[in-house]
């Protein structure tokens, strides 16, 4: 961390709610609940979070600051992210050598290679099989291709906008309290041209390019991060308290209708969601964000802070990690069990993995005030370690 000069955003439970509504979305869609064949969709919600929080925050120590620490905003993202991780692939990687076939651990390694690297979008792009057609044998680290295009995105997006806001500040004629604006168009050309690209390379029956690309997914994280941008300004010009926002409203109750449509009906392989149905559902959360922040006392706030849904987006995180593998080991076969009964045990498992994770890794690792001076030395050796039973998978 760098120290208690850098500036943080307000810490807004409703936000919670959105990534509990997200992953419950995914849990259904993964546990073949009939009712929400699109709750894919889910990661798509978290996307347009994650890029509106790391805007926000990028935004707010500008402001505050004059700098962007990167050096601290990635220690920040390695101790929020890796540590959960680097468990789950442990796990994986020890459990799968029992349970998996042995032709098929060659694959799992190159599989936690590439989410050790995350860089595993690109590898399960150019994975056999089909993700929406259940061709080929899933992998138990699939999931985390939204991982990798996260993690590609805050390490390039903070450099991207350092860049912007030093080339605003080198030109006279950009006012200081405009500066944070110039981000805007870039933001949404950026936007825009990952949607054009997702339209563009869309192929009926073979997704997995399109679904899988960091070109082609940005689009909702960069219209997070497209949000960001006139609520930082105007976070920094508002001193008043909060007022009503009877139009932002409307919009947010549209954003939610159209989010329930959309999880309720999408189908992953349709040609209208690489064509601008992406793009529609980021612009919906969107909507849904923007009103719950900026009327934190509106029905669409504190819908969203209910205790149990901030209690699950606070595992969020964990509970994405664990979900997938848990799924693959806990089958009807093994379980004995069928339908609800299934779902029910698998989601069970999972809460009582990702809260596990969350108390006695995540949590403890988030709120040390100083880590042990060899911390970096010890991540490294921890990932290194992972790294080397990935490689030997075959074998031990």
């Not at 009926?204 to 997914?217: F, M």
Request: net charge positive; proline share 6%; glycine share 10%.
């Amino acid at each position: 961390m760098s120290g208690t000069s850098r500036a943080r955003v307000p810490y807004q439970p409703a936000l919670d709610g959105v990534r509990a509504l997200a992953v419950s979305a995914v849990l259904a869609f993964h546990g073949g609940v009939a009712a929400l064949p699109g709750g894919f969709l889910g990661v798509d919600a978290f996307f347009v979070l994650s890029g509106f929080l790391i805007t926000s925050l990028l935004l707010a120590e500008h402001h505050h600051t004059g700098r962007i620490d990167l050096v601290a905003f990635w220690g920040r993202r390695v101790r929020r992210l890796l540590p959960a991780l680097l468990l789950v692939l442990l796990v994986v990687l020890l459990v799968s050598r029992k349970l998996m076939p042995g032709t098929e651990l060659g694959a799992l390694r190159w599989d936690a290679l590439a989410a050790l690297g995350y860089v595993a979008n690109w590898r399960m792009a150019n994975r056999d099989g089909d993700y929406f057609a259940a061709t080929g044998s899933p992998s138990p680290l699939q999931h985390t291709w939204s991982l990798g295009i996260e993690e590609q995105f805050y390490l390039l997006w903070p450099l991207l906008l350092i860049a912007l806001l030093g080339w605003a500040a080198k030109r006279g004629a950009v006012p200081a309290g405009r500066r944070l604006g110039v981000a805007l168009p870039v933001v949404l050309l950026g936007a825009a041209g990952s949607a054009l690209a997702a339209a563009a390379l869309f192929t009926p029956g073979a997704v997995d390019r399109v679904y899988y690309g960091t070109d082609t997914r940005a689009v909702a994280l960069l219209v997070g991060a497209a949000l960001a941008v006139p609520l930082a300004r105007r976070n920094a010009a508002v001193t008043g308290p909060p007022a009503r926002h009877p139009v932002l409203g409307a919009l947010a109750l549209a954003g939610a209708i159209l989010t329930g449509w959309c999880w309720a009906t999408a189908d992953g392989g349709a040609a209208w969601l690489y064509r601008g149905g992406l793009t529609a559902a980021a612009l919906a959360v969107a909507a849904v964000i923007a009103h719950a922040v900026v009327s934190p006392a509106s029905p669409t706030a504190r819908l969203l802070a209910m205790p149990p849904l901030v209690w699950l987006g606070r595992i969020s995180y964990g509970v994405y990690l664990w979900h997938w593998p848990l799924f693959q080991w806990l089958t009807a076969e093994r379980t004995g069990l069928t339908g609800f009964a299934l779902l029910a045990a698998r989601c069970a498992v999972t809460l009582a993995a990702a809260g596990g994770s969350y108390l006695l890794v995540e949590r403890p690792i988030r709120r040390a005030r100083r880590l042990p001076r060899p911390a970096p030395a010890l991540a490294g050796t921890a990932v290194a370690g992972v790294a080397a039973v990935a490689v030997h998978c075959n074998y031990i």
